[in-house]
């Protein structure tokens, strides 16, 4: 009978070393194509691209929302920088921006005026220095809050504008390019409305707009509940008390809000508790400063009025000063009180006994 051929036991080992080094190979083929293919997709990105791409990523894998915000906003800035700069470069687009930022600079010098009365207890006038002050302190917020509103707003636009476009194109009409992505620009546009839904939500939060309004809703004497007839309000008050029954019934749910926010409502509550004491601390710590610049630098330590020891005043009129002195058991540091104005040409009247 002929003998089959044996295999020489140095080629079975060889044989068997090799294959798992095929694979081996085989395997890092295909993940060098994956990085490859990946390394191609990122080199087509732009900044604004790559910064949504984090955002989304994070918003995924991480509750801190906050985080998701901030690159979010970075990425609108970097993205919406040369429409910008397009916009500024015409004469109606200079035109609508400098109305724009000056109706925001109007809000902000009212609401620093509010702010100083406050904590002064004068009219703002007579503190022409402080005002200034107070409004340097809260413009950029201002700027901040209503350009990010804005650039929120646009990504509503957008889908409206493009939808025209569509309708006008047999017209021969053409749009305008307000982005300059050459890759994934419809990818990138549902991108941009889910994290800026992210920020419209911290902005939301941080602005107190969702407590101002049901603290009005529940006012009966508030401006929505002024502008209804007694049948309106009693429609309303029905659907507040249906809405918050609904609230106590789920509270305990895990819900989804869709487009705003991925967290339970434990996590929303902590949320605006941070938030709440943000808001408080930025207001405490405003105040404070502007009681501090107008007890140090606008307020005189000498006068042709008297001066209690220690403390500044400034002169109202010929008969009246505001008196600031440092009081540690005062709200922000320093107590202010309209006083008489007690002068060689006024002098003090000692009641006869």
């Not at 790559?50 to 990425?75: E, M, P, Q």
């Not at 895990?254 to 902590?270: H, I, M, N, P, R």
């Not at 408080?280 to 008297?306: G, M, P, W």
């Amino acid at each position: 009978m002929e003998q089959l051929p044996q295999k020489d036991t140095g080629t079975r080992y060889r044989k068997a070393i090799n294959a798992p080094r095929k694979l081996f190979v085989i395997a890092y083929e295909l993940f060098s194509k994956i990085i490859s293919s990946i390394g191609g997709v990122l080199s087509r990105l732009t900044s604004a691209q790559k910064l949504y791409l984090v955002a989304l990523t994070l918003l995924g894998v991480s509750d801190n929302l906050g985080l998701v915000a901030i690159i979010t906003i970075f990425a609108l800035v970097l993205e919406f920088w040369p429409l910008f700069e397009r916009i500024w470069h015409t004469l109606s687009g200079k035109a609508v921006l400098l109305l724009f930022y000056a109706v925001i600079a109007n809000f902000a010098i009212a609401g620093a005026a509010s702010v100083v009365n406050e904590v002064v207890g004068v009219a703002t006038t007579h503190f022409s220095y402080t005002h200034n002050f107070a409004i340097l302190l809260y413009l950029p917020a201002w700027i901040i809050a209503m350009t990010a509103l804005a650039i929120l707003l646009l990504q509503v636009a957008v889908p409206f504008y493009l939808a025209g476009l569509l309708l006008l194109k047999p017209f021969g009409v053409k749009g305008l390019r307000l982005i300059n992505h050459n890759y994934f620009r419809f990818t990138t546009m549902i991108i941009r409305f889910i994290l800026s839904s992210v920020v419209l939500y911290h902005l939301v939060l941080i602005a107190s707009l969702d407590d101002e309004l049901s603290t009005d809703l529940n006012d009966p004497d508030g401006i929505v509940n002024q502008e209804l007839n007694e049948a309106d309000k009693a429609e309303l008050a029905r659907e507040l008390k249906n809405i918050n029954r609904d609230l106590e019934t789920n509270q305990q749910d895990d819900e989804v809000t869709l487009g705003l926010s991925f967290a339970t409502d434990e996590s929303k509550k902590l949320q605006e508790e941070f938030y709440k004491d943000v808001r408080s601390n930025y207001e405490n710590k405003v105040r404070t400063f502007i009681a501090q610049f107008a007890y140090h630098l606008e307020s005189d330590s000498r006068s042709r009025c008297a001066i209690t020891e220690g403390a500044n005043i400034v002169e109202l009129n010929d008969y009246e000063i505001v008196e600031i002195r440092k009081d540690k058991s005062a709200e922000y540091g320093f107590t202010f009180e309209v006083k008489k104005c007690v002068s060689p040409a006024f002098p003090a009247i000692v009641s006869k006994t």
